[in-house]
């Protein structure tokens, strides 16, 4: 009897143990302003080049660009911790997955989405 209630006991012990990481690794998709508001856990943000901005450029180690909000027009200004991706130029919209610090959104990946090689050109 007490060998069932230990085997129980590990079973959800593990059960929870898995939920709770799954649960920690998922990263929201938000819109920039919740973004902005993002200090304490990584979200997702999608947005468009702006192309107001200052041109995308290297600061130091961070390749710096600025997403603007395909929907509100909202701008986010955004350190990413790398080089300039491959097919930046061509990319459709961009994911920034990171946190605010400060001032500006600091990322530690980027999802570039260009457009489909299927789709019919306009």
């Known amino acids: ?18 939920g ?12 920039i302003k919740e973004a902005k508001a993002a200090t304490s856990s990584s979200v997702q943000v ?5 192309k107001d901005a200052p041109a995308p450029h290297m600061e130091g180690n961070d390749f710096v660009f600025t997403l603007q909000d395909e929907e509100t027009g909202e701008e986010l200004l955004v350190h990413y911790h790398g080089t300039k991706p491959d097919q930046f130029d061509e990319a459709h ?3 920034a997955i990171g ?3 400060g001032e500006a959104f600091s990322s530690d990946k980027l999802l ?3 457009p489909s090689k299927y789709e019919q050109q306009k």
């Not at 709770?20 to 819109?31: E, I, K, L």
């Not at 999608?46 to 702006?50: N, T, W």
């Open 46 to 50: 999608k947005g468009l080049l702006a």
């Open 1 to 18: 009897m007490k060998r069932k209630i230990l085997l129980v006991a590990l079973l959800l012990a593990f059960v929870g143990y898995a």
């Open 93 to 95: 919209h961009i994911v």
């Open 112 to 114: 570039i989405k260009c």
């Open 20 to 31: 709770w990481s799954f649960a920690d690794s998922v990263t929201p998709y938000v819109g």
């Open 99 to 101: 946190k605010m610090q």
